[in-house]
């Protein structure tokens, strides 16, 4: 019976790999907190532009056209977060 679990947990991690390397956005253990965020909102976004009721919706709702609104989101998307935190420096290399 717990060789049965072990090929289980197996075949469901090696599935779990497999999405990860193949959809960005599935994250993976070494993901941080703000490339999560990002994946998040460039997802969102993507799916507003891709949807023209929802640019609709967004346009009516800041009284923009909606060539204007799907614009200003495709530019959103390149920093759809701000500006990365800077790189966390390693314990005891002191100079």
């Known amino acids: 019976m ?6 289980d947990r197996f ?20 993901v941080s907190k703000y490339e999560w965020i990002v994946n998040q909102h460039r997802d969102s976004l993507a799916q507003y532009v891709g949807k023209h009721s929802m640019l609709q919706y967004f346009a ?12 200003q989101m495709k530019q959103k998307m390149l920093l759809p977060c701000g500006l990365p935190p800077p790189p966390k420096e390693e314990d005891g290399e002191d100079e």
């Not at 717990?2 to 090929?7: I, T, V």
């Not at 599935?15 to 990860?20: C, K, N, S, V």
């Not at 009516?60 to 614009?71: C, K």
């Open 2 to 7: 717990s060789e049965l679990a072990g090929a």
């Open 11 to 30: 075949n469901i991690n090696s599935q779990l790999e497999a999405l990860q390397t193949r959809y960005v956005g599935t994250g993976h253990a070494d």
């Open 60 to 71: 009516v709702a800041e009284n923009e056209s909606i060539s204007r609104v799907g614009y």
